[in-house]
């Protein structure tokens, strides 16, 4: 890499792991905790890049993207946050950051797409008018795993995108959420958001009455995989004569559409005319470590709206985490309004979150480490997964059990020979039997939390 790299952070560990592999690199670097020398290091021209925090001692790193962009156009930002929202991602695509990252964050990462903005840096991005909409500041499209941010860093993209947006996802996963966060982000936040059923299809005035509400604004049709022939028909017709101004369109489904287009079920026109762009939204139980986000975020709402302040002890956490969640999002979150005016300590209990899962207590989430002095491995590991097939009271866990249990093995075992191993991935790589590269995908893929505290904070 070559260029001057301007890093403002007011984490004095991050300055320092930043300036030596930027150095070592081939760049030039300075670094700063203060947002007003950031400033003034851009508007006196340094830097070919710019890597800034958000919150800061003296300023915010977003705020401060509209003045980098003024005064010195085209100078790329990258902008790395541990405030993992779907707001910071969307507010740092409209203030036209070169790139987002979740901290904590994965060094060589950020340094390939540092590489990437120095070789661009010459090339300045379209400005994008208007601000946020607050209504959507309370949204809980919160989550810190790869799955999410990979989701934040689309939805900025096409937010304003001349596309229409196909978002699939189990129920409860929150595909309402990312339409209605499209639309309050867009320039057509100012316009009305409508959201159509297979019953508005059901009589031939139907496509125009919907017109004529939602004007140029955004028109999601919920859940299309339900659709009759009649209604896909109409829809069909409709979206070929569009008014113009013509409405955002964004349609939902449960099921992956190519499952019913490929049986003749769902008319193949009518697809590629709503899947410009598909969102997949991860059910919970493929991001379980967004859970204790999750939680603290939904019990955080619900004091802020009048009810106790409550906290989940730690076995009740242990207990939220391994169960399968079939309604995903939208049942945790029902439950722990559920369990903020049931529990009658500060502190939720176990027993009380057995009550409202109809959890048996005895289920445990699987755990390495658990096995008892004469008890083998293999059979431990076969009595926890009883335990968890009984959590369901007679009824089978979710599809996708094989890669979930290989997951939950796999995690703690890494956590577990990193710690053995002082964090020394070579050490580690050896003593597992597998390569280094293997490795690294690993903890990558697995989000590991004892590596996480071993990454910048």
């Known amino acids: 890499m070559d260029g001057t790299v301007l890093v403002a952070d007011d984490d004095r560990t991050i300055r320092t792991v930043l300036t030596q592999a930027l150095t070592r690199a081939g760049c030039r670097v300075h670094a700063t905790s203060s947002m007003t020398t950031l400033l003034r290091w851009v508007e006196e021209g340094k830097g070919d890049l710019v890597i800034s925090d958000v919150v800061m001692p003296d300023g915010n790193g977003l705020e ?3 003045k980098i962009s003024a005064m010195r156009p085209g100078l790329p930002v990258i902008v790395i946050s541990a405030q993992n929202t779907i707001m910071t991602a969307v507010k740092a695509a409209e203030a036209d950051a070169y790139d987002y990252l979740p901290k904590p964050f994965d060094l060589p990462d950020l340094m390939k797409r540092a590489a990437r903005a120095l070789e661009r840096r010459a090339r300045a991005k379209p400005a994008r008018s208007g601000a946020a909409s607050e209504e959507t500041s309370d949204l809980p499209l919160v989550g810190r795993t790869p799955a999410m941010q990979a989701l934040y860093r689309l939805v900025a993209r096409v937010m304003n995108a001349d596309l229409a947006v196909l978002i699939v996802g189990e129920s409860g996963t929150g595909k309402s959420l990312i339409a209605r966060a499209i639309h309050d982000f867009s320039d057509r936040r100012t316009l009305p958001f409508v959201v159509a059923q297979a019953s508005d299809f059901a009589s031939t005035d139907g496509p125009s009455s919907l017109l004529a509400r939602v004007r140029g604004g955004s028109l999601v049709f919920d859940e299309v ?13 409709m979206l070929d004569a569009l008014p113009d101004p013509a409405p955002r369109i964004m349609a939902t489904s449960q099921s992956d559409l190519a499952t019913p287009l490929d049986a003749g079920k769902f008319r193949q026109d009518l697809y590629y005319r709503l899947a410009g762009v598909t969102l997949s939204v991860p059910s919970l139980r493929e991001r379980v470590e967004d859970i204790p986000l999750l939680v603290d975020h939904f019990l955080a709402r619900a004091e802020v709206s009048g009810a106790p302040r409550r906290r989940l002890s730690p076995e009740a956490l242990a207990l ?13 979150e029902n439950s722990l309004r559920r369990l903020v005016f049931t529990a009658t300590e500060d502190e939720i209990g176990r027993t009380e979150v057995e009550a ?12 390495a480490g658990a096995v008892g002095e004469s008890e083998k491995l293999s059979a431990s590991v076969a009595r926890h997964l009883r335990r968890y097939f009984d959590l369901h009271g007679g009824a089978l866990p979710a599809p996708g059990l094989y890669d979930r249990i290989l997951r939950e093995v796999e995690a703690p075992l890494l956590e577990i020979a990193l710690d053995a191993t002082g964090g020394n991935q070579a050490r580690c790589a050896d003593l597992l039997g597998i390569n280094r590269n293997t490795l690294r995908k690993k903890i990558t893929d697995l989000d590991i939390q ?3 505290r071993r990454k910048l904070m």
Do not use: C, H, I, K
């Open 320 to 332: 939220v985490r391994a169960y399968s969640w079939p309604g995903n999002v939208r049942q945790l």
């Open 64 to 66: 401060a993207l509209p």
């Open 225 to 237: 995989s339900d659709f009759d022939d009649e209604a896909q028909a109409r829809l069909v017709r």
């Open 356 to 367: 409202v899962l109809g959890a048996q207590p005895s289920a445990e989430p699987l755990r």
């Open 450 to 452: 004892v590596t996480r």
